[in-house]
Nanobody
C-alpha cells in the first residue's frame, strides 16, 4: 500500500529556511501531481504549492511566491518544498498529497494519497 511521508519541519527564526521532503513508498510518483498544503491552528487548510507530473507546471499561493520553491527528484521518488525567508505566518502543519496528473495543470483535481504532516514553526 502506498504512502507519503513528510520530513524536514522544525523550529526556525523569522527569515530562516527549511526544506520539506515528501517521500513516497509503495508506488511511484512519476505520474502524479503533488500538492503541498498547510493548516495553521484554528484555520482552514490552505493549498501552498503544486507541481505537475511532468515538472513543467508549478503553482504557488500568492503569500509564498518568491520565497518557496517546489521541485521533484524522480530518482528518489521525492518532492521537495524549499522555504526561504520564513515568516511567523508560515507556521502550520504542512502536508503533501499526490493525485493523478492533469494535462497542462500543476495541481491535481483530486488527491489519492496524503502524508501525515510535519510541523513548521517560525518564531524568535
Amino acid at each position: 500500500q502506498g504512502q507519503l511521508v513528510e520530513s524536514g519541519g522544525g523550529l526556525v527564526q523569522p527569515g530562516g529556511s527549511l526544506r520539506l521532503s515528501c517521500a513516497a513508498s509503495g508506488f511511484t510518483l512519476d505520474y502524479y501531481g503533488i500538492g503541498w498544503f498547510r493548516q495553521a491552528l484554528g484555520k482552514e487548510r490552505e493549498g501552498v504549492s503544486c507541481i505537475s507530473s511532468s515538472v513543467v507546471s508549478t503553482y504557488y499561493v500568492d503569500s509564498v511566491k518568491g520565497r518557496f520553491t517546489i521541485s521533484r527528484d524522480k530518482a528518489k521518488n521525492t518532492v521537495y518544498l524549499q522555504m526561504n525567508s520564513l515568516k511567523p505566518e508560515d507556521t502550520a502543519v504542512y502536508h503533501c498529497a499526490a493525485g493523478w496528473g492533469v494535462a497542462g495543470k500543476a495541481c491535481p483535481t483530486d488527491y489519492d494519497y496524503w502524508g501525515q504532516g510535519t510541523q513548521v514553526t517560525v518564531s524568535s
